[in-house]
């Protein structure tokens, strides 16, 4: 069975740190991505990364302050948010199973994860 389990949410004030992982079981992983839902919006990419780690990709309001990482030998994704502010509030969601178009669009993933809330206060 295909699942995409992620940890590490939760809350934390502004100037924050959170570390989210990401599991996978039976799903492709060249290609992971992280993704938000903040209420009332849609999907946003926030970060991929492509098999070996060597190539990130991340959405402008995030670059310099979240890092995308992996291990393969684990089968694991992280996502290191620093400098958090209260608009990084939202379900994050991981993804894999990439199909086509941008590695930044929540559907051109074929597996998802249920997502991990994450909440910073001001």
Partial sequence: QAQ???SGGGSVPTGGSLTLSCT???TPTFYMGWFRQAAGSEHEGVAAI???GKNAYYTDSV???FTISRDNSRKTVYLQMNALKPEDTAMYFCAAGFTQGSLLNFASYM????G???TVSS
């Fill in 50 to 52: 492509d098999h070996d």
């Fill in 116 to 118: 991990i809330q994450v």
């Fill in 4 to 6: 995409l389990v992620e």
């Fill in 63 to 65: 670059r310099g302050r």
């Fill in 24 to 26: 996978a079981s039976n």
């Fill in 111 to 114: 597996y998802r994860g249920q």
